[in-house]
C-alpha cells in the first residue's frame, strides 16, 4: 500500500513536509490504513453501507481485512460480489473525492513541475463541480427524447390543414406554434410571472432553477400525453374511414405545451 500518496508515504518520498494528520478527522497521522480503516469518517460510511447491505457493521484493522469483507458477510456469489464492488467504489470516494491530495496548486512550486504525480486540491474540485451536474445534465434526456420521438410532419399531411377553401397549412409548418409559445412565454414570465412568485417564494427569480426545470420535465411528460391521446384518436379515426377529417389544430396544443416544456426546461 506504499503506492498510495498518504501523507506518511509522501513524506518518505521527500515530498511534503506539511502536517502529517489526516485532514478528514485531524486524530492521528494519516496513513493508508488510518484513512480506510481507522479515520472516523471512513468508519461512518462502513456503517451507513452495512446498513444499507443488511449486513453486520464492517470493522477492518488493515486495508487487506477490509477487501476481504464481503468473503465472510455470508451473502450468495452475486451479493458478495456486489458488496466488493461497493466497498471499493467507497475507497475511491474517500481517497480521491474526499481526499484525493494534501497539496495545492501553490504548493507545487514555481517551475510548476509535480514530479510525485499528486492531483491537486483545485483539480479535485473541479471533478466535483462537474460531477454535480451530471443528475441536472441528464434530466434535459427526458425532454429532448420528447422532442425528437415526435412525428407530427406526418401527423399532419394525414388530417385536415384546410383554414379557408383556398388555404392549406404547410405540414411541416406546425413546429412554428412551438417557436411563438416560447416566443410568449419567456417574457411574459420575466416579467409577470416573475414578480408574482417572489412574494411566495422570496427567490428573486420567481422559482430557482432547479424547481424550474422540474416545471418543465412535468410539463414534457403532460406533452407526451396529449400527444399519445390526439394520435390515438387519428389512428382510430384514419382506421374506420379512407380519410380522416379530423382538424389539424388538435396538433396545436402539444405543441404549445412542448413550447412551455423549452421555455422552462431549457432556458432554466
Known amino acids: ?15 511534503f513536509n506539511g502536517d502529517s494528520l489526516c485532514p478528514l478527522c485531524e486524530d492521528g497521522e494519516e496513513s493508508a490504513t488510518h484513512l480506510f480503516c481507522s479515520c472516523i469518517v471512513a468508519s461512518n460510511i462502513w456503517c451507513m453501507i452495512s446498513r444499507w447491505c443488511k449486513i453486520s457493521p464492517i470493522f477492518a484493522f488493515s486495508i ?3 477487501l476481504l469483507i464481503h468473503e465472510h458477510a455470508g451473502l450468495n456469489k452475486a451479493a458478495s460480489e456486489a458488496l466488493h464492488g461497493i466497498i471499493i467504489v467507497a475507497c475511491w470516494c474517500i481517497w480521491f473525492l474526499n481526499k484525493a491530495c494534501v497539496v495545492r496548486d501553490v504548493d507545487i512550486g514555481s517551475s510548476g513541475s509535480n514530479p510525485c504525480g499528486i492531483t491537486t486540491v483545485e483539480n479535485v474540485e473541479s471533478l466535483k463541480s462537474l460531477i454535480r451536474i451530471i443528475p441536472i445534465w441528464s434530466s434535459g ?20 390543414r384546410k383554414i379557408t377553401s383556398r388555404f392549406e397549412i404547410p405540414a411541416a409548418s406546425f413546429s412554428l406554434f412551438m417557436l411563438l409559445t416560447i416566443t410568449i412565454s419567456i417574457p411574459f414570465y420575466d416579467h409577470v410571472m416573475v414578480p408574482f412568485l417572489a412574494k411566495f417564494t422570496h427567490e428573486p427569480r420567481g422559482l430557482n432553477l432547479k424547481t424550474r426545470m422540474g416545471v418543465g420535465i412535468i410539463l414534457s411528460i403532460i406533452t407526451m400525453v396529449v400527444s399519445a391521446i390526439v394520435e390515438t384518436i387519428r389512428r382510430d379515426l384514419a382506421n374506420s374511414s379512407t380519410t380522416v377529417v379530423m382538424s389539424e389544430m ?19
Open 1 to 15: 500500500m506504499g503506492r498510495i500518496a498518504t501523507t506518511d508515504a509522501l513524506i518518505k518520498r521527500n515530498c
Open 250 to 268: 388538435w396538433l396545436v396544443p402539444q405543441f404549445v405545451l412542448l413550447g412551455l416544456t423549452e421555455a422552462f426546461n431549457a432556458i432554466g
Open 141 to 160: 434526456i427526458l425532454l429532448f427524447v420528447n422532442v425528437l420521438q415526435k412525428f407530427p410532419t406526418l401527423e399532419a399531411e394525414k388530417m385536415n
Open 64 to 66: 487487506q481485512d477490509l
